[in-house]
């Protein structure tokens, strides 16, 4: 399987275990990521809310750029799933499309609408396949019990982006349990995190997050994992502000997609950047054993 990578601004700054994560779990797989140099930011949070039909092209020329290479997009930011998806859906409004085209025609990028955009958990769980996973699992995940924290911009809005249910998803569950662990589920799996309020109401923000870490812990979870990185900026690198918000202690290990997966696979938790997590995940490491020796 071949793909354009995409892997957003967090993941090649702050956080850049979301990235050497992805970059250990697709060549475990064989996956090939085919990077350009030429991507951009897909606006999220800044242009799209000053400017929809700059953002849209913006997204155009990024969609553009993987149908030259004759690829689907490949994203680990469910933000970046969210601006890529809805602008590919925008343009197929002959209104839109009219504005759009002429600005892209002046930096010489045409874009013809071919390209898919797929994040990595709908191209590990349908398109390579949890059975395909299971036979590479190595270091099964028993004993831990994980809540899956999907966020916002990858279920919503549902019509628009085409997936799974927004209140009742189960992908990322699925995958959880491939892995060997157990899903937790609770309310909060499928709300906010905070994000797009923590630089404007900071102490509105940490609160929301600390409720939905509380809503995990009270429902057995050992450790949260998520499939974005603005979420994990929330639940990880804010949950020390979270908790004296509230007044109480949360000490929940916090998760990338790509890093529960590559445990399972055998990676060594140092290849997956683990150390670089504010909130240290050695209690949930603990629950889970040694990479199995092939016989």
């Not at 970059?23 to 990077?35: D, F, S």
């Not at 892209?104 to 013809?112: C, H, P, T």
């Not at 908790?243 to 949360?250: H, M, Q």
């Not at 890093?259 to 490491?285: I, K, N």
Request: charged fraction near 20%.
């Amino acid at each position: 399987m071949r793909i354009a990578y995409y892997p957003g601004c967090v993941a090649q700054a702050s956080g850049k275990e979301l990235d050497m994560a992805t970059r250990w779990v697709t060549t475990a797989l064989g996956i090939e990521l085919v990077e350009s140099p030429r991507f951009s930011c897909c606006g999220s949070g800044f242009v799209d809310e000053a400017n929809m039909i700059l953002n849209v092209a913006l997204n155009a020329r990024n969609l553009a750029i993987a149908e030259g290479q004759g690829l689907d997009i490949l994203t680990v930011c469910s933000t970046c799933q969210g601006m890529l998806s809805l602008a590919r859906q925008k343009l197929a409004d002959p209104a839109i499309r009219a504005r759009v085209d002429p600005a892209l025609a002046q930096i010489g990028v045409s874009y013809k609408g071919t390209v898919k955009v797929r994040h990595l958990l709908s191209v590990l769980t349908e398109e390579y396949g949890l059975a395909a996973i299971a036979q590479r699992v190595r270091r099964p995940l028993t004993g831990l019990k994980v809540g899956a924290f999907y966020g916002c911009h990858l279920l919503r809005p549902q019509a628009e982006l085409g997936s799974e249910s927004a209140e009742e998803p189960h992908a990322f569950e699925d995958l959880i349990t491939t892995l060997g662990a157990t899903p937790v589920m609770y309310r909060g799996r499928v709300m906010c995190c905070g994000f797009p309020i923590l630089f404007v109401k900071e102490p509105t923000a940490n609160r929301i997050a600390a409720h939905q870490i509380e809503d995990a812990a009270a429902h057995g979870a050992d450790a949260m994992a998520t499939p974005c990185p603005l979420c994990h900026i929330s639940l990880d690198s804010f949950q020390n502000r979270a908790a004296a918000e509230v007044g109480r202690p949360l000490h929940m290990p916090i998760f990338h997609l790509p890093q529960l997966v590559g445990l399972a696979l055998g990676a060594p938790p140092e290849q997956l950047g683990l150390p670089r997590h504010l909130v240290s995940v050695d209690s949930a490491l603990d629950k889970i054993g040694p990479v199995a020796v092939p016989t």
